[in-house]
């Protein structure tokens, strides 16, 4: 049930994504060449949106609150004609990064761990009509399985830091929830490299950590292991156009192309025993217990020695 509704996440996701960044339909971008061939260039999506809308999940989730909707499809098809186009401004963007290199593993033990992913973006040899942008950003969406989650405010803090340009979670944001009661959430992650791509016409490589939660999981008969699979994240580059900083930015997705990804780490959970939850209820209970009457104790002793 966890995999096909994980399933369900990605085929919707890429739904949003590929909905509202809206296709250039005009002759000024079919003139846009791609990195090799014809089949790659129809996997580039080109589309503008004004440069205050800074996250790609947060137009959706302003709409609906879940992903998983029968009519999700015709909602986006009544939102998408009211975005701003590029009005000619990308014509002259004539690089169209690739995925070349993505590297995914977990740092750390327990419940608590980083997602590490590496990636390069390889450039045709004509990359100077990248450097005529004001500032590009890589834009990496991570779906959360069920049994994971992110704290917005660890997010916030690393933004703060200077380490992300902008991180955002979407979806379910309640931390205390467990496994079998949470929902999907997304994060957001939008990271700066213009100042690369200047250095590094050829290509450019990244890095970063994500911090992660586990969730607890439901019990187990055995008390095994519940098992996340952390699967591959979208990529993007959102670049701002023309000398109006702020006015328009374009979006691109960005794909990989003569390899294939490495699959998505796996984490294990460990799983409480059900055999034991009666014993650990009845030990947590004998605590509170001991702890409130201890309490009250110490409060009637305080009260005594002050009256004296």
Known sequence: MGTYHHIQVHIYLMLVIHSIIPLVANSSYADIP?????????QNIFGCWPCFRKHVLKYYYDKREILLESDSQGVLEQEVPSLDSCNGLAHNLLSIPRLSVLRRHLIGEGSHRRLHSSMRFDFPSDADSLLSLS????????????????DPFELQHLVQRGVFVDAAVFGDTNLELPSALSNWSAVEIHMGIHDLI??????????????????????????????????????????????????HCLWVSITHEGFVPDEGPIWQIPCGSSAHSGFVSTVTFASAFASVLMIVLAARSYSTSTLE
């Open 34 to 42: 791609s990195y090799s061939n014809k089949e790659s260039r129809k």
């Open 198 to 247: 200047s250095s590094h016409h050829k290509g450019v490589e990244i890095s970063l950590e994500l911090p992660l939660h586990a969730r607890y999981p439901p019990l187990d008969g055995s008390g095994g292991y519940s098992r996340v699979d952390m699967g591959l994240p979208d990529v993007l580059m959102r670049c701002v156009l023309g000398k109006e900083r702020g006015e």
């Open 135 to 150: 500032s590009c950003e890589a834009v990496i969406i991570e779906r959360l399985p069920l049994g994971v989650f992110a």
